[in-house]
Nanobody, 118 residues
Framework: QVQLVESGGGLVQPGGSLKLSCSASGLIFIHYIMRWYRQGPGKERELVATINTTGHRADYSDSVRGRFTISRDNTKKMAYLQMNNLKPGDTTVYYC???????????WGQGKQVNVTS
């Protein structure tokens, strides 16, 4: 059974930092591209960051580029999202996503709330 379990998140003041972690189990981690999405109530889901299977290439949405960093540790089956210089507009639920490069197979984490407020 595949599981993606997120941790981290919480409450931070504007300009602060948080780190989200995503622990994967039940899959061959290196076969999966890892992504972080976010989605608030009544809003469309936004792809925030993507990292390839080796961790050598990352892509970001314009809204977070330069502030967020996605990374992965294939030996630990972990993906991370380091979020710096957080803004109130970053407040929402963040989701970890794993998409297999070899076949149509995709999994989601349960979501983690991030609140940026003074």
């Amino acid at each position: 059974q595949v599981q993606l379990v997120e941790s981290g998140g919480g409450l931070v003041q504007p300009g602060g930092s948080l780190k989200l972690s995503c622990s994967a189990s039940g899959l061959i981690f290196i076969h999966y591209i890892m992504r972080w999405y976010r989605q608030g109530p009544g809003k469309e889901r936004e792809l925030v960051a993507t990292i390839n299977t080796t961790g050598h290439r990352a892509d970001y949405s314009d809204s977070v580029r330069g502030r967020f960093t996605i990374s992965r540790d294939n030996t630990k089956k972990m993906a991370y999202l380091q979020m710096n210089n957080l803004k109130p507009g970053d407040t929402t639920v963040y989701y970890c996503n794993a998409r297999c490069v070899a076949r149509s197979d995709e999994h989601w984490g349960q979501g983690k709330q991030v609140n940026v407020t003074s």
